[in-house]
């Protein structure tokens, strides 16, 4: 999203608040041309943007009037509340004047959403461990310079790369790297016998492709537990015959094959997705009908409801069955998921969507209690008029981020993206260079959560 010009004249902080708690907001101005004269009062009109103003509806109530001086820092600050969750407009008029100069906007949010701050990510992705086209540490570098916080490597039959990937940044088992704020979750998608559907592991602390033998996890790495789970250690695999065997039997009493993905990831501690239930290979690579039985009964944690196909029947069709189904009181937590296959402009679809999570932590386990808890949006940018989809109250409060907070937060993470290439896959000279660079900027983004959000 490009920035607005006045954020690039003025700054707002906090922006996000918490209703019917008191607030202390400051506007500073960001250079000689656009600073408060000292000697000047200002109006200051809080606005509260969902009701009319009283020249329309008289008696609305909607707007609180404050008058200030700029104080020992030039700034304007005003303490003020917030009576319901919604954006409010920060409006100020120069003394003698009747027209405002200046409209910023800031956030109030109810009280569960106390210690919830958006992190922007993805949870469907390949390299070229499968079928894309960049290793999976080119693949989390190039995403963080375009403001991921989070991103999964799910290669098809395979985890390790998602390991590969955690590896290149020194990403420890606490989620923790010391060079970036950036977290690669580890993660695949998984393709097994009797089971035409896709389906995405975020997350898990192992592989459910390398618990059926052979598959192509083992072929590529070896059979280690080191290349098939987060900590070395993961349930034993089973042969192909064992697994039909145990498919066979409890489709008896089980009416999906997804429910023994659904119940591995679950024993994995992942998040079970289901990812592109429009997804056309000349006609449905699911039946309408399958995928209907598939969401009445629900064997998944969150639904993909946008996802990386550019035509209008892939994600405009998603959408329309996940807001149809949801007037039925079909109500999983969605996400938005590029299923990249290459992280450059030079693949249309690379940044096609994703998804806004808010969450305690930037940190597997959060993220996925936070989708699980349905505290997340699916953001489709497919072209410069973005759209979310989710619950009204996340979309609304998504888009205020869109256009307030993350061009900000963006603007740090595209140097913070490049370093961390050449930390990974540069000289050993610029290696070092870059670590350098790096462990400075570690924790830029993070400040900016504490700086803005108020919560």
């Known amino acids: 999203m490009q920035m607005k010009q006045y954020l690039y004249d003025y700054d707002i902080f906090p922006k996000v608040f918490l209703v019917s708690r008191p607030a202390v907001i400051t506007v500073r101005a960001l250079g000689a041309h656009a600073e408060f004269k000292p000697d000047m009062k200002y109006t200051v009109w809080v606005r509260e943007s969902a009701l009319s103003e009283d020249r329309r509806y008289p008696g609305t109530g909607g707007c609180r009037e404050y008058t200030a001086v700029p104080d020992g820092n030039g700034d304007i600050v005003i303490e003020?509340?917030?009576?319901?969750?919604?954006?409010?407009?920060?409006?100020?008029?120069?003394?003698?004047?009747?027209?405002r100069f200046l409209e910023l906007r800031v956030y109030a949010?109810?009280?569960?959403?106390?210690?919830?701050?958006?992190?922007?990510?993805?949870?469907?992705?390949?390299?070229?461990?499968?079928?894309?086209?960049?290793?999976?540490?080119?693949?989390?570098?190039?995403?963080?310079?375009?403001?991921?916080?989070?991103?999964?490597?799910?290669?098809?039959?395979?985890?390790?790369?998602?390991?590969?990937?955690?590896?290149?940044?020194?990403?420890g088992t606490d989620d923790e790297s010391p060079v970036t704020d950036m977290l690669v979750v580890q993660g695949e998608e998984i393709h097994l016998p009797l089971n035409d559907a896709h389906y995405v592991n975020f997350g898990g602390k192992w592989s459910i492709n390398a618990l059926v033998e052979p598959n192509a996890n083992t072929d590529d790495a070896g059979s280690d537990p080191s290349v098939r789970s987060l900590c070395g250690e993961c349930p034993e695999p089973m042969?192909?015959?064992?697994?039909?065997?145990?498919?066979?039997?409890?489709?008896?009493?089980?009416?999906?094959?997804?429910?023994?993905?659904?119940?591995?990831?679950?024993?994995?501690?992942?998040?079970?997705?289901?990812?592109?239930?429009?997804?056309?290979?000349?006609?449905?690579?699911l039946s309408e009908s399958f995928l209907r039985f598939v969401y009445e009964n629900m064997p998944f944690d969150a639904f993909e409801v946008l996802g990386g196909e550019n035509y209008y029947q892939h994600n405009g069709f998603q959408t329309a069955f996940y807001y149809e189904e949801k007037a039925r009181g079909f109500d999983p937590p969605v996400v938005g998921s590029a299923d990249s296959h290459g992280s450059t402009p030079f693949n249309r679809n690379s940044l096609i969507c994703s998804t806004l999570c808010f969450s305690e932590k930037n940190r597997t386990a959060e993220l996925i209690d936070a989708i699980k808890n349905k505290y997340s949006v699916a953001l489709d940018t497919i072209s410069p008029e973005y759209r979310l989809v989710g619950d009204f109250r996340f979309v609304k409060y998504g888009s205020f981020l869109i256009e307030e907070y993350f061009p900000l937060h963006d603007l740090r993470c595209e140097s913070e993206g490049i370093f961390m290439k050449n930390y990974a896959l540069g000289t050993?000279?610029?290696?070092?260079?870059?670590?350098?660079?790096?462990?400075?900027?570690?924790?830029?983004?993070?400040?900016?959560?504490?700086?803005?959000?108020?919560?």
């Open 80 to 99: 003020t509340d917030f009576p319901r969750e919604g954006m409010y407009h920060v409006q100020l008029v120069r003394e003698g004047e009747s027209k």
């Open 109 to 171: 949010l109810e009280a569960d959403m106390a210690g919830r701050y958006p992190f922007r990510g993805d949870l469907h992705m390949h390299t070229c461990r499968s079928d894309g086209r960049e290793s999976p540490a080119a693949v989390a570098a190039n995403y963080r310079r375009w403001g991921y916080d989070f991103t999964v490597i799910s290669d098809h039959r395979r985890y390790y790369p998602s390991l590969e990937g955690r590896q290149a940044f020194g990403i």
């Open 239 to 285: 042969s192909r015959e064992a697994y039909e065997a145990m498919i066979r039997e409890r489709a008896e009493k089980v009416p999906l094959e997804l429910e023994w993905e659904y119940e591995s990831v679950h024993a994995a501690g992942g998040l079970a997705i289901f990812p592109h239930p429009y997804w056309l290979t000349s006609t449905m690579q």
């Open 428 to 455: 050993p000279e610029e290696t070092s260079r870059a670590e350098a660079v790096l462990r400075t900027m570690k924790g830029q983004t993070q400040a900016l959560l504490k700086k803005y959000f108020d919560i």
